[in-house]
């Protein structure tokens, strides 16, 4: 047992001596180790390796700003501006220090105190890009785009190759354009008899602060007759996760309801799966409808797949189905590549048509879909799409027949 317990005293010994052998290196040796430990997030040992330096050679800034930094990286942020309002005391100038500071302040929410450390800082390094780059950057966080587009510009100038800049400005561009024009047409085109029917819309989109919203033109020329709907969508933000989405339409043609209206909620949940449950309404002439809609969105990698159930209860029917999507989503903004597909029995109007009557009634209609569609960024404001759907459903409620419509569809987009 005695020699057990000389056996841990002398390890014990030993393993201190280790310890501390670091103290026996250089000045450099010890700084370079405190650096990496501050790296692998070690940041008792590096401050102790720190402060043993500092004791030798107080004024070593350098030292200085690499203690805080490792109180920056623990979020202890009043530590570091501490140690970095010290070291430009002593050297107002000094980029580094004027640096750190400014991460800090912007880090901790204080965008007011970073704006007012980079403008000193410019009056010591006007020409500094990194200074510059920062500015810009608080302006951005702030919200004022234009002066952040303002001040990149004065990046570009210094240095017309600087590519982070050079980025920022294009992200910049692309937030300040609130306003989005939509021109959309279609055509379908029936296996049967009936001659091919014309649609399409005419839109705005504004983003705002709060959300965004649509007002939207539909127009529609089939069975001999020609019709318009005028449509507004609002997305409001209720939080970082949580949006709504709410919609209404009226049209006093026969070929749309008299009025639509839509609601949903979104959540999104994990970051990468989005939930939503919510209605439509549809009035026309003399009949109503309720359907009821859902969703889920998966976010995986550089795709989302998503699915959308509708259904509908009335007292004379009852009608379900289902669709599914694959988006495959391109580093170039505004580019993609959908799949959809769907199949069940939805409720149908049929009012003035060749082959419904001249009366207005429902009917639960079989269909199997499927449609791709392919939108490719043209430049910084402009893009385009093209559909192409195909839907195999019942021709009428009372037979067999079924009727094969072929559908294309292109959209412009512009943003400004």
Known sequence: MKYLYITC???????????????????????????????????????????YILHFVPNYHDVSLQMGRTYAWEGRYMDALLIYNRVLKQDPGFIDALHAKIDVEIWSDKLDKAYETTRQALEYHPDNEGFLLKKAKIYQYGGDHDRAIETLNEVLKVNPANI???????????????????????????????????????EVNKKNNWGAVIARVNYAHRFEQFGLQGEVDVYPVITDKVYGYINYGFSQSVLFSNHRIGAEV???????????????????????????????????RSYEISMRPFYTHEKSFAAASIDFGVKRNFKKPETYLEFTAGLGYSPDIRINQTFAGQTE?????ESKRASIKVQKSLGDRWSAAVESRVNYRELSAESDEYLLITSLISTIKFKF
Request: charged share 25%; no cysteine; proline share 1%.
């Open 361 to 365: 009634s429902f009917y639960t209609l």
């Open 9 to 51: 005293i002398m390890l014990l010994l030993v393993s201190a001596a280790h310890a501390q052998s670091w103290k026996n290196q250089s000045i450099e040796q010890i700084f370079k180790q405190a650096r990496t430990e501050a790296r692998e997030k070690e940041f008792a040992k590096s401050r102790e390796k720190l402060q």
């Open 266 to 300: 979104y959540a999104v949940a994990f970051d990468k799966l989005e939930t939503s449950f919510g209605a439509r309404y549809l009035q026309f002439s003399t009949q109503s409808i309720v359907t009821y809609t859902a969703s889920l969105r998966y976010y995986w």
């Open 164 to 202: 982070e800049a050079l980025d920022l400005k294009i992200v910049l561009e692309e937030e300040s354009r609130q306003y989005t024009a939509v021109v959309r047409s279609g055509v379908d085109m029936f296996d049967q008899s009936f001659d091919p029917a014309i649609f399409g819309s005419v």
